[in-house]
């Protein structure tokens, strides 16, 4: 089975920072990558897919990109209700595995 | 409006059983690919189960294999998850979540319930 890796694990940043996620998947699946927010106690939210799609309703200050096994989510400015974890996951077939999530923290 | 009902969690014993349903609205269910995600207490997304939009298909992670079975029925617009030979590790929210494309099973998940707990405890 396909392994998802996400780095860091966790990250603190300030206000309008840029952020970067990376997530590594260990054979390639083509742009078949999603990322998901999830705000503490809420349930997760869609926010990327095909690895560089924005989903609608999404802020622009969101981006991804990659292909193949290694891809990146970007926040261009850190915004306070951007605190949450994000995963990645393949979603090219089963199994549809979630990296294990990255932590984001305001400095 | 897409909205996902999950029901039927609660506390069971090791070796118990439970039935998971996932009542679907605002949207064709019979076109879309559904899935059933868990999350253990303060632990990452877990991908559990799937299955196509005609039942014909289903999916699992082999953390459940032989023990859990994914079905639908889309007359009633409902998912279920049989769960059986539970064990402790096994507890968590469960989610059922809908694929973002018709036809499909190419789709990230783009509409989530809102979850329910299974706590397996003796």
């Known amino acids: 089975d396909i392994q998802m890796t996400q780095s860091p694990s966790s990250l603190s940043a300030s206000v309008g920072d840029r952020v970067t996620i990376t997530c590594r998947a260990s054979?390639?699946?083509?742009?078949?990558l999603a990322w998901y927010q999830q705000k503490p106690g809420k349930v997760p939210r869609l926010l990327i897919y095909a690895a560089s799609t924005l989903q609608s309703g999404v802020p622009s200050r969101f981006s991804g990109s990659g292909s193949g096994t290694d891809f990146t989510l970007t926040i261009s400015s850190l915004q306070p209700e951007d605190v949450a974890i994000y995963y990645c996951q393949k979603y090219n077939s089963a199994p549809l595995t979630f990296g294990q999530g990255t932590r984001l923290e305001i400095k | 409006e897409v909205q996902l009902l999950e029901s039927g969690g609660g506390l069971v014993q090791p070796g118990g059983s439970l039935r998971l349903s996932c009542a679907a609205s605002g949207f064709t269910f019979s076109s879309y690919a559904m899935s059933w995600v868990r999350q253990a207490p303060g632990k990452g997304l877990e991908w559990v189960s799937g299955i196509v939009g005609s039942g014909g298909s289903t999916y699992y992670a082999d953390s459940v294999k032989g023990r859990f079975t994914i079905s639908r029925d889309n007359s009633k617009n409902t998912l279920y998850l049989q769960m059986n030979s539970l064990r402790a590790e096994d507890t968590a929210v469960y989610y059922c979540?809908?694929?973002?494309?018709?036809?499909?099973?190419?789709?990230?998940?783009?509409?989530w319930g809102q979850g329910t707990m299974v706590t397996v405890s003796s």
């Open positions: 979540a809908k694929r973002a494309i018709v036809g499909t099973t190419k789709g990230a998940f783009d509409s």
């Open positions: 054979q390639g699946i083509s742009n078949y």
